[in-house]
């Protein structure tokens, strides 16, 4: 397991979005030292309410660190959360931003 | 068993942890790092520091005695070795807090007694609540009160201490970081551990609700008491007036810590963790119960 991004959606539950190919994103390491070091490009520390994601990261609910992918993700999407061990789905929320729901 | 619960395994934690971001420290900090000067040189301060790291220690010996007393209880292999590992991270958290209160000053010898004289009594019945649970083996009470509850609330008072103590105390801010990092580990297997057991214990909601609003209650009496009934605040208040003016300032959630008064600061705090305890048991499916507040 290497991108947390483990299991890409495969049902079209936005249309508009499956009808491109997803964005590539190269990840450069954020300083976050709480997983091993092959692992730690794709975690970076939240830094609050005003912080911005980028099409590839989410938020995980439980541990409240930003997970990252190289590749956008699209709700259906299944990612890990390292720090905390959490396995969660994308989802789009009620102000149209992707959020992350924990799968138990 | 379910497939989450492979990730938790010794091999995991020591990547993670030991080799990983503890690296190099030596309880929990830069070899380098020492208390400032001026909180050792000023005894309110001082005196105030001790009185937060006792509460620490006392919330830290109870998290390792529920800790290691639910490994028994388990019910799966996975879960004793997760278990088994938070033990490990409670114990040294336990050191780490208690070496502290030696680099403040307080003498060996005199280490239970000023832990005995600072100890707030509502974190102590805090404490007896979960403990309770513990001592009868009840696992899912135990997990909830232990990984959801005691650690919700640890990892939001490290986080508004650690806030404080980044501009002002990089000792003390990287003991919390490394604290924090091991928290995330901790409320994720409460979470993903009870969020699957719940579904096949039904039954137990009711009085794991119970718990849960027996243990906020006294949580929110420790609140009350650390900043209401403060003897330092005069002194708090100077001092973040001197840091204000110099620029300083102590971000969490979105407001600025340095320009709060005491009774402010416990809302945020309060509002914080409690809004996180009902987020985190409505998506296990428990419901919330709105503590008394004290």
Same mark, same amino acid.
């Given at each position: 397991m290497t991108d947390p991004l483990q299991q890409e959606s495969?049902?079209?539950? %936005?249309l508009e979005l499956e009808s491109r190919p997803r964005q590539r994103f190269e990840l450069e390491d954020?300083?976050? %030292?709480?997983?091993?070091p092959r692992f730690r490009k794709f975690y970076r520390r939240w830094r609050g309410p005003g912080d911005q994601l980028a099409p590839n990261e989410v938020i995980?609910?439980?541990?409240?660190v930003v997970i990252r992918s190289t590749r956008e993700l699209r709700p259906g999407d299944r990612v890990y959360c390292m720090p905390c061990m959490s396995r969660l789905i994308v989802v789009r929320g009620e102000d149209g931003r992707l959020e992350a729901r924990v799968a138990y | 068993m379910a497939d989450f619960l492979t990730a938790y395994s010794i091999q995991n934690w020591l990547e993670s942890c030991p080799q990983g971001?503890?690296?190099?420290?030596v309880y929990g900090h830069r070899? &380098?790092? &020492? &208390?400032p000067a001026p909180l050792l040189e000023n005894e309110v301060l001082r005196e105030e520091a001790i009185r937060t790291t006792v509460q620490l220690v006392v919330g830290e010996r109870c998290a390792l005695a529920a800790s290691s007393g639910l490994i028994n209880a388990a019910p799966d292999e996975a879960s004793k070795r997760f278990l088994a590992t938070q033990t490990l991270d409670e114990a040294r958290h336990v050191e780490i807090f208690t070496q502290r209160l030696l680099d403040l000053g307080v003498p060996k010898k005199d280490l239970e007694s000023t832990i005995q004289h600072f100890a707030n009594p509502n974190l102590v019945k805090f404490a007896e609540v979960l403990l309770e649970k513990v001592d009868k083996k009840d696992f899912v009470a135990g997990v909830v009160g232990q990984n959801i509850v005691l650690e919700g609330m640890a990892f939001s008072v490290f986080e508004m201490l650690h806030a404080v103590s980044e501009p002002t105390n990089p000792k003390f801010a990287r003991m919390l970081s490394g604290t924090i990092a091991d928290e995330r580990r901790h409320v994720g297997f409460g979470e993903n551990r009870i969020g699957s057991l719940i579904k096949q214990y039904p039954e137990r909601k009711a009085d794991v609700e119970k718990l849960q609003k027996e243990m906020s209650y006294w949580m929110l009496a420790t609140f009350a008491d650390a900043f209401r009934?403060?003897?330092?605040r005069a002194e708090f208040k100077r001092i973040e007036g001197e840091l204000s003016r110099a620029g300083v300032h102590a971000e969490w959630q979105g407001v600025d810590?340095?320009?709060?008064d005491p009774e402010e600061m416990e809302q945020i705090l309060a509002d914080t963790v409690l809004k996180e305890f009902k987020t985190r048991l409505s998506r296990i499916g428990i419901e919330y119960q709105t503590p008394d507040r004290p």
């Open positions: 495969t049902t079209a539950k %936005d954020t300083g976050f %030292d709480e997983v091993p995980c609910p439980v541990c409240k | 971001y503890l690296m190099g420290t070899p &380098e790092d &020492e &208390e009934n403060n003897p330092a810590l340095l320009t709060k």
